[in-house]
DNA sequence: GCTCAAAGCGGATAGTCCATCCGCTTGACG
DNA sequence: CGTCAAGCGGATGGACTATCCGCTTTGAGC
């Protein structure tokens, strides 16, 4: 992965295409890279050799904002003492933090919800961020915190299936159902 | 909504594109209606006649679906007894009801999550499934079986939820992650 | 500061897909 | 059988997508 640096022409442009696909996902509008270029005030080409479809675009923007749940993950991981209730507190905040990020940042969701395959880009980000969860699931669950039925790769759908269910219900508020129903949730995650 | 009867060749064209319809959906294509009208030796303006958005058709698709479970659910209400217990399965077999048929059937989940208003076709259907559900949740939420944090117009929701996260998890069989998932969530909204 | 190779630019345009319109056909009914 | 409205079909204009290629800009080397 060793890429040559931007001319300074191309990344000026690169930004400028970022800064319009950011504007359009959080209006959630749908993103046309031939919309996205004229916004830009750059040509059509510019755009599709940086990112060849409106998904790799959404992929790029959504990456700060991966990083960041992976940070926020690490940063409080180390303190182990894998004490049952205090295990089971760290996975709940950080499944909540998941799901309010997502609800915060439109670009995350479709990131999420795709498979492996579909995001060159993102692939190892993503990878890094279940890995974390992963860690933080398997120590709560080693202290018994965790119902048996529910595995690793569960709560990665299962976040995208809290942030769906809360787009579904015709509220106001996206976030605060999100997190209602997440809550809901994790009181049938949770071991009793 | 007094509807004139269809005139014989009209009637055989609307079934011709339905069934061609069902096809697709079921094999989890997208449906174009210039595609559906090829495929059914029907012209486009026929097509687009019946049905003029895909939403419409898939609508069309889904409406047997939807009879069916709310049949289901009329069929298994008057037994009243409004014991805890009792209560509390007959909503639980409802919702696993309503997750294996959307499971089973491609065509719902897109009109179980679509707001009202998108959806002129089905809206009373939809209408009417959500009374019985409705009722069945009253009956357990009266008995005590439910969460407090939980009200009617989640059901649907939650149900859409969990199929999506069942369809985010890269599994081939997609109906039985999703009664995991549903399971989970019920040891959630049963109150304890 | 000048030169020049190559990195990058832009927009014209061919390819697709969508949905309407209108002249023709067919079924219903007396 | 004749009438005529309901219904048919596909040609076609309009919108969107994505590529190609001739021109411009950058910056490394002198």
Redesign the pocket.
């Known amino acids: 992965m060793t890429t ?1 640096p ?9 930004h400028r295409i970022l800064e319009v696909g950011r504007g359009l996902v959080d209006e959630g509008a ?1 993103i ?4 996205v ?1 004229r916004a830009a ?10 990112f ?3 998904e790799a675009l959404v992929e790029t923007i959504a990456g700060p904002g991966i990083e960041a749940l992976i940070e926020h993950a690490e940063s409080a991981l180390p303190e182990s003492a894998p004490d049952r209730d205090e295990s089971w507190a760290a996975l709940r905040d950080f499944l909540f933090a998941g799901v309010d990020a997502q609800a915060r940042d439109a670009s995350l969701q479709p990131v999420f919800a795709a498979p492996r395959s579909a995001l060159p880009r993102t692939a190892e980000l993503k990878e890094r961020l279940a890995a974390r969860y992963g860690e933080l699931f398997d120590r709560a669950r080693a202290a018994g915190a965790v119902d048996p039925g529910v595995a690793r790769e569960d709560l990665v759908p299962l976040m995208c299936g809290v942030i769906f269910a809360a787009s579904v219900h015709p509220t106001a508020d996206r976030a605060a159902t999100a997190r209602r129903y997440l809550a809901v949730l994790l009181d049938g995650v949770r071991r009793r």
């Open positions: 040559v931007l001319r300074k022409d191309a990344a000026r442009n690169w749908p046309q890279l031939n919309d270029a005030s750059v040509g059509v080409a510019t755009v599709y050799r940086h060849p479809t409106p």
